[in-house]
């Protein structure tokens, strides 16, 4: 199965805080379920710039130190990707917006991460997914 892998608490927020739109600098072209991956890594930087966008949008966001990293842990469904000039709601400016729908949570599956879309093995998904 198909899958991204996304910096906390952005993951988070995907799952548990209905953030419907994921900022990329590139389009996708695919339509349709895939699984959420949270990166392993995460500066405390990044971290806190990405809590205090969270709270703009009026979510309070877990602390680092309580998210799961390193794991899959959700499926969304993407409908739409659109390029935007604007920042709106969850969409930054200048970035393709792809539009998610449907979030849920699964059993975490420990899991290696990988820049761009990846697959993740379909017995893995499916023993925790059914």
Not at 19 to 33: A, F, L, Q, T, V
Not at 39 to 64: H, N, R
Not at 113 to 130: S, T, W
Request: some cysteine.
């Amino acid at each position: 199965m198909k899958a991204l892998s996304v910096r906390q608490p952005w993951v988070w927020a995907i799952i548990y805080a209905l953030k419907d739109i994921e900022n990329r600098g590139w389009p996708i072209h695919y339509r349709g379920d895939i699984l959420i991956h949270a990166a392993k890594t995460c500066t405390k930087k990044a971290y806190f710039e990405a809590k205090e966008f969270c709270q703009g949008m009026g979510v309070l966001s877990p602390e680092l130190k309580s998210l799961r990293r390193g794991q899959v842990i959700g499926i969304v469904t993407i409908v739409d990707c659109r390029f935007s000039q604007v920042a709106s709601g969850w969409g930054i400016s200048e970035q393709y917006h792809w539009q998610l729908e449907n979030p849920r949570e699964i059993t975490p599956i420990p899991y290696i991460g990988r820049l761009g879309i990846f697959e993740v093995p379909d017995d893995l998904v499916m023993e925790v997914a059914a």
